[in-house]
C-alpha cells in the first residue's frame, strides 16, 4: 500500500495544486513532497522487515493482460528515496522564487514525481511505459513554459526523441508480450518469456534506443545539452538527477532480464558507445564556458561510466551503478543548486565572468567543492565507493574498457576542478563583488546533500546492504 | 444460321404497311382536326383541296417539301437537324410492338400482325415514348432562341413529369394482366371478354390524361402556347423540320390512341366477333378494322377535348401532374394489388 | 432474388430483330426527307433570315442563360421517383407468387415513397407560384 | 438492425422537423433526442443478441462487433452534436435537413457495420457518401465550399464505380453476392475475383483516404465547413473502416489474404508516410487536421491488414479515440477566427480550460499514454505485430507516430508558449462542461480501454 | 452470345469511362463518365447473371436486383451531383474542375 501512496501522492497533490492560487501551490508543493519523503522512509522500514508486503497488484486491463503491479525492490527502493529526497531539496531551494503561473508549475511538478515515482515502482510492463511517458509530459511543460529563451526547439528536440525511443520500446513490449505464455504483461512473464537468441538480439535494439535517448548515451545525447541549458534550474535537476536514472533503472530492470541473450550479444557495443560518451563529453567539457553545459556535459560522461558498468554485468560493476544511482543523482542536484543560486544572484551563466566567490560567499564556496569533489568520486565522499565498484566491475569484464573509461575520470577531475577554480577563486570583478551568501533555505538544502555526500563517503553499509537483493537478483536472472 | 427469309420479307411489308399508315392516319389527323374544329366552331374547315378538302394534306405535305430551309445563324447545326429527325424516327418506332391484329395464315405461313412481339413491350413503348422529349429539348435548345428553349424545359418538364404517374398507371395494369407483352394483354381481354378499362378505370383515366400530356396535346399544349411562346420549341424552324415535329406529334397521337384501344379497350377484339363463322383470316382483318376504329374514335377524343377545354395554366399542370395524378396512381396501384391478392387467396 | 419465368419466356434475341428493320426503316425515311427537302427548297438566305426571331424585335443577348431552378429541380425529381417507380416493376410481376407478406413490404416502400413525396410538397419544392 | 431502423426513421423525422418546427435551438433538441433514442435501441439489441449474431435474409448479419461499433459511432455524434451542433445553423438556413443527412449517414454507417451481402456493402458506402457530398457543399456562398462538394462528389462517386466493378468481378468469379457464400480464398485464386479485390480494395482506399487515393481529402476537408469536416473527418471516416475490415476479414480470407495484405501494407505504408510528411508543413490547423485525418487512416489501415482479436478490437478503439478526440478538436477549432497555427496563438492565456481540454485531444491523437489514442495505437500495433511479417510496416508506423508529435505539437505549443491575442468566439459554460466531459472520456479511454472492450 | 462478349464489351465502356475521369477537364464530362462506368457495370452484371444462370444457379436473378440498386444509387448521385454542378457554375461561372485549384493554398 505505500507503494501505491507514493505515486498517489504527488498525483492527487498535483492535481489539486492546479485549481490553487497565491502561496498555496508552494505550500502544497513542499507538504506533498515532504509527505512522500515520509512514506518513503516508512517503506524503507518496512522494506527491511517484510520486502514482499512493498508489492501490490491488482486488474487494470484485464482484456489485455496488463494489471496495476506496484512493487519495490532495494533498486526501486532506493532510487524512490532519491526522488523523494531530491523533490524536497528542490522545493526548498525555490521555495523563494516566484514562478509565473506558480498553480501549473507545482502542479506539473508534482506530476513528473508522481510519473517518476510511477516507473520506479512499475512491475507491469505495460504500467512502465505509461508511467515513462507520464513522466516525461509534465517536464516537457515545465521546460518550454519557464525555460530559456530558445525553450520551445529545444524541448521539442528533446520530447520528439524521448517519445520516438519510447515507441520503439513500446513495440519492442508488444512483441514480447505476443510471445509470453500466458498474454500477460507482468514482469514474471516477461522474464520468463524465453525468446530465441536472434529475436533478442533484434529486440535490445528497441528497448536499447529507448533508454539510450533517456540516459543519454552517445549518440543519442545531442538533445540533453540542450535543454538542460534551456530548462529552469529546478527541471533540470528533475531531468538529470533522476530522470536520466529512468534510462539506467531500465536497462537493469526489464532489458537485462528479459532480454539477457541480447544483452550479451550487444554488450560490447553498448560498451563502446558508453565510453566513447564518456571521453566526448569530457573533452567537451574542458572546453566549454557555459556553467550549466559543463555540468550537462559531466553528466553525459558520468551517466556513460554508469551504463557501461550495467553492460559489463557483474555484481561488483552492478552494486555500484545502484550505489552511483543514489549519489551521482544527489550530488549532481547539489551542483546544480549551486548553479541555481549563482544564477539567481548574478544572472550569467558564463564562467568567464565569474569568479572570486570565496571572498563574498565562503559558505557557498565551501558547499561547491566538496559537492565537486564528491562528483570527481575523491576517496571519503560518496562517489568514490560507487565509481570504485564499477570501475573494478568493468576491470573484470575488460580491462581495455576500463582503462579508457579510467581516462574519462581523469577528464572529469580537470574539468571540475577548472571550474571550480574559475567560480571560486580567481579575481572577482564588478559583478561577482555583489555577491552574496546561502540564505536560510539554500543552506538547509545544501547542508543536506553536503551530509549526505560525507556520511555515505565514510559508511555506505546501508546502501550497498539496500542494494544487495537486487544484483544478487539481477545476476541470478541472468 | 438458317435464314427465315419469308419470315424477314412478311416483317419488312408489314413495317412499310405500319409506317405508311401511320404517316397517312397523321396527315389525315391534321385534315381531321381542322374539320373538327371547323364543326365545332361552326364553320366549315379545309374544303378547297379536293372534295370536303380531302386532298389539303397533300397540299399541306407538297408544300412543306418545297419551302426554303432556313437554319439560323446562331444555332447549333448539327444539333438544329438531329431535333426534329429524332422526334420523327422515336414518333415512327412506337409502333413496332402493337398487335395491329391477330395472325394471319397466307400460303400456309402464319403471319402475324404484329412488327415485333416482345415479352417487355409495354416497357419498350415507355423506353421510346421518354426518347421523344430528346426531340424537342434538342430543337428548343439548339435554336438558341429565348422561346424556344423555354419551350422546351417546359415540355421536357411536362412530359417526365406525367411519365410518373403513366408509369404507375402501367404497373397497376401489369399487375392485372401479370405480362408485359401487348399481344398476350389483348389475348387476355380476348379471352375473358373482360376489357381491361372496366377492370382499371382508375388506371385508364390517369393513362388518358397522361396520353394528353405525353403527346403535347391541348390541354398540355404549353410547349407550343403561340400567344406566349410564338410557337414553342418549333418556332426557328421550317420547310419539313417543321413539318417533321409537327407529324411526329399526330403520329404519337395516334400511337397512343391505339395503345389505349390495346391497353385497356380489347385491342383488335369486339365481343362477339370471335363468335363469327367466318375463316379465320376475315376474323383477323375484322379485328383489325375494330383496333382501327376504336382508335380513330380515341383520335376524335383528343380534337373534341382540344377545342373543348382550355389550356392549363403552368402552375395546374405541374400541380396536377406531381399532386394528383402520382398519389391517386400509387393508390390505385395498392387497391389493384391488394384486391388481388385478396381475391387469389 | 425471386424473378420467375411466368412471363418473361419464348423472346430470343431475334424477336428484337425486327424493331432493328423498324428503325431502319424510320431513320431511311427520315434521312431520305430531309436530304430532300435540302434539295427541293429554295435557297435565299439573308442576314436577317438567319437572326433569331425575337418576335420581330432587336435580338437582346445569349438565349442560352440559366432559367429558373425550378425547371431543374423537376428534373431532378423525375430522376428519382422514376428509379423509385422502376421498382414497382419487379415487384408487380411477382406480387402474386409473394402474397400477402410482399405486399406489406411494398406498403413501407410506399410509404416511404410517399413520406418523400410530401418532403418536397412541403419544402415547396413544386410550388410554381412565387 | 435496430440502429439501422432508428437512425434511418431518425433521418426522415429530422426532414419532418424543419418543416413544422421552426425554432432552430429546439431542433437541434429534437436531434439529440433522437440521438439518444437510436443509442438505446442499439443497446438494447446489445442485450438481446447476448454474443450471438442475428440474420436478415443473408443480406445483413448484426454481430455484437456491429452493435458496439454503432454505439461507439453513436456516441461520437451524440457528443458532436452537443459540441458543435450549434454551429450547424451558421453553415445556412436547413439545419434539419443537415441532421436528417447526418443521421442517414448515421444508418449508411450502421449498415457498414454489419452488412453480409457485397449489395448491402455498395448501399452502405453510398449511403454514407452521398450525404456527405451534400454536406460538403451545404455551405452554398461560399466557392470553396462548393468546389470541395464538387471535387469530392467526382472523386467519390469515381470510387464508386471501381468498387462495383470489383464487386461485379467477384460476382463473375463465384456467383454470389453473399459473403457467406464467395469462398474466394478456398484453393485456387480466380483472376476474375483477384482483380476483383484489388479493385475493392483501391476503392475502399479511396472512400477513407488511404494514399495514393488520399488527394481529395485535403482540400474536401479544408473547404467545407468546418462543422461537417469534422463529423466526416471523424465518424464517417471509421464507418468506411468498418465496412472495409468487415469485408476483407469477412470475406477475403484464405489464400487469396496473402495477395491484398501486401497490396494494402504498402498503400498503409505510403498512406502513413505521406499524411504524416504532409501535415508537417501546413499552416493552417484545419488543413492539418486533414492530412493528420490521412496519417490516422494508415493507423487504422493496420488493423485492416492484420487478422486477429486485436484488429477488431483496435479498430473500434481507434474509432472511439480518435473520433472523439478530434471532434473535441474541431469544436474549439469551429470558435475560432484564424484557422493557422498563429491563430492558436496565447489561447491558453485566454482561455485556459479550452487549451487545456485540446491540449489532451492533441495529445491523444499524438498516442501519448493516458489519453485513448495511446491504447487505440497500442491495439492496432499489437495487431501489426502479431501478424508476423509485417514488422517493417510496425518500424514506419512508429516514426510516423514520432513525426505526428510535431505537428500536433505545434497547436500545443502555440498555445501555451507563443503570446498572442487569439481571436475566439464567446464560449458559453454548457460549452465549456462538454469539453470538459470530452477530456474526461479521453482520459477515462485512455487509462481504462476496458471499459469499451469489454463489450467486444 | 458467349458472355466474352459481354465482359469485352463493358470493360472497354468501363475503360473509356475512366480514362474519361482521369483525362477530361469538364465536371460534366467528367460525371457522365462516371455514369457511363456504372453502366457497364450494369451491363456486365446482367451478363453474368446470364452466365450463371445457365450454369443453374438459382440466384443468379440477384444480379439483376443489383442493377436496379446500382440504378437507384446512380439516381440520387446523379440528383445530387447536378446539383453540386449548377452550384459550383453559380458560384464560378464555370466548370471546369482545372480552375479549382484555389483550394490548394
Same mark, same amino acid.
Given at each position: 500500500m505505500l507503494t501505491v501512496l507514493l505515486i498517489l501522492i504527488p498525483l492527487v497533490t498535483g492535481l489539486i495544486a492546479f485549481g490553487l492560487k497565491g502561496s498555496g501551490p508552494k505550500t502544497l508543493g513542499l507538504i506533498s513532497s515532504l509527505a512522500s519523503l515520509a512514506v518513503t522512509i516508512a517503506a524503507l522500514f518496512q522494506f527491511r522487515s517484510?520486502? !514482499?508486503?512493498l508489492s501490490h497488484s491488482c486488474n487494470w486491463i484485464p482484456q489485455l493482460g496488463a494489471g496495476f503491479s506496484v512493487g519495490l525492490d532495494g533498486m526501486g527502493m532506493m532510487l524512490s528515496l532519491l526522488t523523494s529526497i531530491s523533490f524536497v531539496l528542490i522545493f526548498i531551494v525555490i521555495n523563494k522564487r516566484e514562478y509565473d503561473r506558480a498553480n501549473s508549475f507545482y502542479a506539473l511538478m508534482l506530476l513528473s514525481q508522481a510519473g517518476l515515482m510511477g516507473v520506479f515502482a512499475a512491475y507491469d510492463a505495460m504500467l512502465f511505459y505509461f508511467f515513462w511517458e507520464l513522466a516525461l509530459i509534465p517536464v516537457y511543460f515545465l521546460c518550454s513554459l519557464w525555460?530559456? !529563451?530558445?525553450?520551445i526547439p529545444v524541448t521539442f528536440k528533446f520530447f520528439v526523441y524521448t517519445f520516438a525511443g519510447s515507441l520503439l520500446m513500446l513495440i519492442g513490449i508488444i512483441y514480447i508480450y505476443l510471445q509470453t505464455p500466458d498474454h500477460s504483461f507482468s514482469y514474471a512473464s516477461f522474464t520468463t518469456a524465453a525468446l530465441p537468441k536472434e529475436t533478442q538480439s533484434c529486440l535490445f535494439w528497441l528497448f536499447f534506443v529507448a533508454f539510450a535517448i533517456k540516459m543519454p548515451i552517445f549518440p543519442f545525447h545531442t538533445w540533453q545539452p540542450d535543454t538542460y541549458e534551456q530548462s529552469p534550474t529546478p527541471v533540470t535537476m528533475v531531468l538529470s538527477g533522476i530522470m536520466v536514472k529512468m534510462g539506467l533503472f531500465g536497462v537493469i530492470r526489464w532489458l537485462l532480464p528479459v532480454l539477457p541473450q541480447g544483452a550479451y550479444v550487444w554488450s560490447d557495443v553498448a560498451i563502446v558507445l558508453s565510453i566513447i560518451g564518456i571521453v566526448y563529453a569530457s573533452c567537451i567539457a574542458i572546453v566549454q564556458s557555459d556553467f550549466k553545459r559543463l555540468i550537462a556535459y559531466s553528466s553525459i560522461a558520468h551517466i556513460g561510466l554508469m551504463s557501461a558498468a550495467i553492460f559489463a554485468n557483474n555484481e561488483q560493476s552492478l552494486q555500484g551503478v545502484l550505489v552511483q544511482f543514489f549519489n551521482h543523482g544527489i550530488n549532481i542536484i547539489g551542483l546544480w543548486i549551486i548553479v541555481e543560486i549563482i544564477q539567481d544572484r548574478l544572472k550569467v551563466k558564463s564562467l568567464n565572468e565569474l569568479g572570486g566567490i570565496a571572498a563574498y560567499a565562503p559558505r557557498m564556496a565551501t558547499f561547491l567543492v566538496i559537492i565537486s569533489f564528491a562528483n570527481i568520486a575523491l576517496p571519503l565522499t560518496n562517489g568514490f565507493i560507487g565509481e570504485f565498484l564499477m570501475f573494478s566491475g568493468l576491470y573484470q569484464y575488460n580491462p581495455w574498457f576500463m582503462a579508457v573509461a579510467g581516462l574519462g575520470v581523469i577528464l572529469g577531475a580537470v574539468y571540475t576542478l577548472n571550474m571550480v577554480q574559475k567560480v571560486i577563486f580567481g579575481q572577482p570583478n564588478q559583478l561577482t563583488e555583489t555577491t552574496t551568501d546561502l540564505r536560510g533555505n539554500e543552506l538547509l538544502a545544501l547542508g543536506v546533500i553536503v551530509a549526505i555526500i560525507l556520511v555515505l563517503g565514510v559508511y555506505p553499509k546501508p546502501m550497498l546492504e539496500l542494494v544487495q537483493s537486487t544484483t544478487e537478483l539481477v545476476n541470478k536472472v541472468y | 444460321m438458317q435464314v427465315d427469309w419469308f419470315f424477314i420479307l412478311e416483317k419488312v411489308l408489314l413495317i412499310t404497311g405500319v409506317l405508311i399508315i401511320s404517316l397517312v392516319v397523321a396527315m389525315y389527323s391534321t385534315w381531321g382536326e381542322r374539320k373538327v374544329a371547323g364543326i365545332m366552331q361552326d364553320r366549315l374547315g379545309p374544303n378547297r383541296a379536293g372534295p370536303l378538302g380531302l386532298l389539303q394534306p397533300l397540299a399541306d405535305g407538297g408544300k412543306l417539301f418545297f419551302k426554303e430551309e432556313i437554319i439560323p445563324g446562331a444555332s447549333n447545326r448539327f444539333l438544329f437537324i438531329l431535333g426534329p429527325s429524332l422526334a420523327m424516327t422515336v414518333a415512327c418506332m412506337t409502333s413496332a410492338v402493337i398487335p395491329w391484329g391477330d395472325t394471319l395464315t397466307i400460303a400456309g405461313h402464319t403471319v402475324s400482325l404484329q412488327v415485333a412481339d416482345v415479352n417487355i413491350g409495354i416497357l419498350y413503348i415507355f423506353g421510346v415514348v421518354s426518347l421523344g422529349v430528346y426531340g424537342i429539348m434538342l430543337g428548343g435548345w439548339s435554336s438558341n432562341n429565348k422561346f424556344s428553349l423555354l419551350s422546351s424545359i417546359r415540355a421536357a418538364s411536362q412530359i417526365i413529369s406525367y411519365e410518373l404517374a403513366m408509369g404507375m398507371a402501367l404497373i397497376a395494369l401489369l399487375m392485372v394482366t401479370g405480362s408485359l407483352s401487348l399481344k398476350d394483354i389483348v389475348e387476355q381481354q380476348r379471352q375473358s371478354g373482360v376489357w381491361n378499362v372496366f377492370v382499371q378505370p382508375l388506371g385508364f383515366i390517369i393513362f388518358l390524361i397522361c396520353s394528353f400530356a405525353e403527346t403535347n396535346r391541348s390541354p398540355f399544349d404549353l410547349a407550343e402556347a403561340e400567344n406566349e *411562346?410564338? /410557337? /414553342?420549341?418549333? *418556332?426557328e424552324y421550317s420547310s419539313m423540320k417543321l413539318g417533321f415535329f409537327l407529324f411526329a406529334e399526330y403520329i404519337n397521337m395516334f400511337i397512343s390512341s391505339a395503345l389505349m384501344s390495346t391497353l385497356y379497350f380489347g385491342g383488335y377484339h369486339i365481343w362477339g366477333l370471335d363468335s363469327l363463322h367466318v375463316s379465320p383470316n376475315i376474323v383477323t382483318i375484322l379485328g383489325t378494322l375494330v383496333l382501327f376504329i376504336k382508335t380513330i374514335c380515341f383520335i376524335f377524343f383528343f380534337m373534341w377535348v382540344r377545342w373543348t377545354i382550355p389550356r392549363f395554366r403552368y402552375d395546374q399542370l405541374m400541380r396536377l401532374g406531381w399532386n394528383y395524378l402520382i398519389p391517386i396512381a400509387l393508390l390505385n396501384m395498392l387497391i389493384t394489388g391488394g384486391w388481388i391478392l385478396w381475391h387469389q387467396h | 432474388m425471386f424473378i420467375d419465368t411466368v412471363i418473361l419466356s419464348a423472346t430470343t434475341p431475334f424477336s428484337y430483330f425486327p424493331i432493328v428493320l423498324q428503325l431502319i426503316a424510320a431513320l431511311g425515311f427520315v434521312g431520305l426527307t430531309m436530304f430532300a427537302t435540302h434539295f427541293l427548297g429554295p435557297k435565299r438566305k439573308t442576314q436577317d433570315k438567319l437572326e433569331t426571331f425575337e418576335s420581330g424585335i432587336e435580338r437582346h443577348g445569349n438565349a442560352r442563360q440559366p432559367v429558373a431552378i425550378k425547371y431543374f429541380l423537376v428534373a431532378i425529381l423525375f430522376v428519382l421517383f422514376d428509379v423509385e417507380v422502376i421498382f414497382f416493376y419487379p415487384y408487380a410481376i411477382n406480387f402474386r407468387l409473394l402474397g400477402w407478406e410482399g405486399f406489406v413490404a411494398m406498403l413501407m416502400f410506399v410509404a416511404f415513397f410517399m413520406v418523400g413525396f410530401l418532403y418536397i410538397l412541403k419544402k415547396g419544392a413544386l410550388k410554381w407560384e412565387d | 438492425m435496430n440502429a439501422l431502423i432508428s437512425t434511418a426513421l431518425s433521418g426522415v423525422l429530422m426532414m419532418f422537423a424543419g418543416l413544422f418546427v421552426k425554432n432552430k435551438q429546439s431542433i437541434k433538441f429534437v436531434a439529440i433526442v433522437a440521438l439518444l433514442i437510436c443509442f438505446a435501441a442499439n443497446l438494447a439489441e446489445l442485450c438481446t443478441l447476448q454474443g450471438g449474431s442475428r440474420t436478415l435474409y443473408g443480406m445483413i448479419t448484426v454481430t455484437n462487433f456491429s452493435v458496439l461499433f454503432n454505439a461507439v459511432a453513436f456516441g461520437a455524434t451524440l457528443l458532436y452534436f452537443m459540441l458543435s451542433g450549434s454551429a450547424f445553423e451558421k453553415v445556412g438556413e436547413h439545419v434539419s435537413d443537415y441532421f436528417a443527412l447526418v443521421f442517414f449517414i448515421l444508418s449508411g454507417i450502421s449498415l457498414a457495420s454489419s452488412f453480409s451481402s457485397l449489395l448491402m456493402l455498395f448501399l452502405a458506402i453510398e449511403i454514407i457518401s452521398i450525404p456527405q457530398y451534400i454536406l460538403a457543399g451545404s455551405d452554398k456562398k461560399s466557392p470553396k465550399s462548393s468546389e470541395a462538394s464538387l471535387k469530392y462528389f467526382l472523386m467519390g462517386s469515381f470510387s464508386t464505380g471501381i468498387l462495383l466493378m470489383g464487386i461485379t468481378l467477384i460476382y463473375g468469379a463465384t456467383g454470389s453476392f453473399l459473403i457467406s457464400e464467395l469462398g474466394i480464398g478456398d484453393g485456387a485464386i480466380s483472376p476474375l475475383a483477384l482483380c476483383g479485390v484489388i479493385l475493392i480494395a483501391f476503392a475502399l482506399s479511396f472512400k477513407v483516404s488511404a494514399?495514393? +487515393?488520399? +488527394?481529395w481529402t485535403p482540400d474536401v476537408y479544408d473547404g467545407s465547413p468546418s462543422v461537417f469536416t469534422s463529423f466526416m473527418a471523424t465518424v464517417v471516416k471509421a464507418g468506411s473502416f468498418i465496412a472495409f475490415i468487415r469485408l476483407f476479414h469477412g470475406a477475403f480470407t484464405g489464400t487469396i489474404s496473402k495477395d491484398w495484405q501486401l497490396l494494402l501494407a504498402l498503400v498503409t505504408a505510403a498512406t502513413l508516410i505521406i499524411g504524416n510528411f504532409t501535415a508537417v508543413f501546413q499552416q493552417s490547423v484545419k488543413r492539418m487536421l486533414a492530412y493528420s485525418s490521412i496519417a490516422q487512416a494508415g493507423f487504422m489501415l493496420l488493423s485492416v491488414i492484420a487478422f486477429s482479436d486485436f484488429a477488431v478490437k483496435g479498430i473500434i478503439l481507434y474509432a472511439a479515440a480518435y473520433s472523439i478526440a478530434t471532434i473535441g478538436i474541431f469544436a474549439v477549432l469551429i470558435k475560432m477566427k484564424d484557422y493557422t497555427f498563429d491563430g492558436f496563438n496565447g489561447l491558453a492565456k485566454k482561455e485556459p480550460l479550452v487549451a487545456a481540454v485540446t491540449t489532451i485531444c492533441l495529445l491523444s491523437l499524438a498516442g501519448i499514454p493516458l489519453t485513448a489514442g495511446f491504447f487505440a495505437k497500442y491495439y492496432v500495433l499489437t495487431a501489426a505485430v502479431q501478424e508476423g511479417n509485417l514488422f517493417w510496416l510496425v518500424i514506419i508506423a512508429v516514426i510516423c507516430a514520432a513525426i505526428s508529435v510535431y505537428y500536433y505539437f505545434r497547436v500545443i505549443m502555440a498555445m501555451y508558449f507563443k503570446s498572442g491575442e487569439p481571436g475566439v468566439e464567446e464560449m458559453n459554460g454548457r460549452f465549456k462542461f462538454l469539453l470538459v466531459v470530452t477530456a474526461a472520456i479521453v482520459i477515462l479511454l485512455g487509462v481504462f480501454p476496458g471499459l469499451l472492450l469489454q463489450f467486444a | 452470345m458467349p458472355v466474352q462478349y459481354y465482359i469485352f464489351l463493358s470493360i472497354a465502356l468501363f475503360c473509356i469511362g475512366v480514362m474519361g475521369v482521369l483525362m477530361r477537364r469538364n465536371a460534366i464530362i467528367i460525371f457522365m463518365c462516371v455514369e457511363l462506368m456504372l453502366n457497364a457495370v450494369n451491363l456486365l452484371l446482367v451478363a453474368f447473371s446470364k452466365m450463371w444462370a445457365d450454369a443453374g444457379r438459382v440466384d443468379a436473378a440477384g444480379a439483376q436486383i443489383f442493377v436496379f440498386f446500382i440504378m437507384v444509387v446512380a439516381a440520387a448521385e446523379v440528383a445530387v451531383g447536378l446539383a453540386i454542378i449548377v452550384m459550383v457554375y453559380r458560384n464560378s461561372q464555370s466548370v471546369d474542375v482545372n480552375i479549382m485549384n484555389r483550394l490548394k493554398n
Open positions: 517484510a520486502p !514482499e508486503s525555460g530559456g !529563451e530558445k525553450r | *411562346l410564338n /410557337g /414553342g420549341y418549333h *418556332l | - | 494514399a495514393p +487515393f488520399h +488527394f | -
